[in-house]
């Protein structure tokens, strides 16, 4: 998707507030939000939520990635999608759904009849 010249993969999903001069070009730009304002912002959120267990950005891309594994996503697949460069580490995820065969749906599970 085109955004005037610029394209979505190339957008920060959280842009920073303020705009930068970039040290190698002299281009004033945005750059992304620093990775502590969102911790920041989900250590309010939690405290509002009034959750008394630690929870941060990383709580979320465990989440993601056990979601992932709930609904079938290949190994491989999220093994690329978080960075990992050994699958013994995503394998991780599996031990935490701890669903054996019963995990495993059926192509008939999804026919609607």
């Not at 281009?27 to 939000?33: D, L, N, Q």
């Not at 959750?51 to 941060?56: A, E, P, V």
């Amino acid at each position: 998707m085109l955004y005037g010249r610029l394209r979505w993969s190339w957008q920060y999903v959280f842009p920073a507030r303020n705009l930068a001069t970039d040290p190698r070009s002299g281009k004033i730009r945005r750059h992304h939000v620093d990775p502590s304002v969102i911790n920041k912002a989900i250590k309010v959120a939690v405290g509002k939520a009034g959750l008394t267990k630690r929870i941060s950005s990383h709580t979320f891309r465990h989440s993601f990635a056990t979601h992932l594994l709930q609904r079938g996503t290949d190994i491989r697949t999220i093994q690329a999608l978080l960075g990992h460069k050994d699958v013994a580490t995503t394998m991780i995820y599996t031990h935490v759904l701890q669903q054996g065969g019963r995990g495993v749906l059926s192509p008939l599970d999804d026919l609607d009849i």
